[in-house]
């Protein structure tokens, strides 16, 4: 096993399904199932996860139409307590003991996000769900993974997507589209390749944490990534 802790960045797009449901229930079951697989590896656990299904922050229609920014990423970040919510009852159900920490006080709801607390929970073998993105707007939930990855001193951020890792163009819309085995940091920030926005790639490289893309639409990726079997693409020192 190459790592001891890692740090999930979930899509909460792929939550939603394909039958227009906000979260799909079935789709949960598959997200608590994938979990269980590496969870019973034995290592530390701890997840992010997006609220693309619910509500896009950043999202722009028509400028009139548009909510505006500060508001916007606050609904972005309770849509992530709603999905953490969602994705703790579907561990639970699963048998994998879960909490959920989150960067906003709700502390009716979900306990509050203490670093400390939160490595206790990862050494007592509980999943940890961060929730609320970094507590602040003009930040994603990308940013908050690495945030969080450098917090609890992770050994890798792993960012499922709903492709197999980070490609040249579009592989949904190109169908020529190449997939990169291996980047460095300075790559993805001179190319501005849009594998995650520029200040969670920053953190990352400032803090040494790699980060590996890949397809957790695909069952079993997640684990074979884990096992060094499979490899999405990898960014990492130049
Ligand atoms: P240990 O002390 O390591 O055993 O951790 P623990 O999480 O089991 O104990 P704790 O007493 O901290 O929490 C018990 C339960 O209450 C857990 O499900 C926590 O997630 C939950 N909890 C703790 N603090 C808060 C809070 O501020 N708000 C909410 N809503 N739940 C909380």
Redesign the pocket.
């Known amino acids: 096993m190459n790592y001891n802790r890692i740090l999930l960045k979930l899509s909460g797009e792929i939550l939603a399904g394909n039958n227009e449901s906000v979260i799909d229930t079935n789709i949960l079951k598959y997200f608590a199932n994938e979990i269980r697989s590496i969870f019973d590896l034995g290592i530390e656990i701890a997840i992010v996860i997006g609220g693309g299904n619910i509500y896009r922050g950043a999202q722009s229609t028509s400028d009139e139409d548009k909510i505006g920014r500060i508001d916007g990423d606050y609904m972005g970040m309770l849509a992530t307590v709603i999905n953490s919510l969602a994705l703790k009852d579907s561990f639970e159900a699963a048998g994998i003991p879960t909490?959920?920490?989150s960067a906003l006080n709700?502390?009716?709801?979900?306990?509050?996000f203490v670093q400390k607390?939160a490595l206790?929970?990862l050494s007592?073998g509980?999943v940890v769900i961060f929730c609320g993105g970094t507590g602040h707007p003009y930040f994603s939930t990308d940013t908050a993974a690495a945030l969080r990855s450098a917090e609890i001193d992770a050994d890798i951020l792993l960012k499922g997507t709903k492709v197999d890792g980070v490609f040249d163009s579009d592989p949904e819309l190109n169908v020529d589209a190449k997939k990169y085995d291996s980047l460095s940091y300075s790559d993805v920030l001179k190319d501005n390749l849009k594998v995650m926005d520029l200040s969670a790639i920053t953190l990352c490289k400032e803090n040494g944490i790699p980060i590996n893309v890949f397809n957790f639409k695909v069952p079993g990726t997640l684990k074979k990534i884990l096992m060094g079997e499979y490899k999405g693409t990898k960014i990492g020192d130049d």
């Open positions: 909490r959920v920490m709700i502390n009716e709801i979900v306990e509050p607390k206790r929970h007592k509980r």
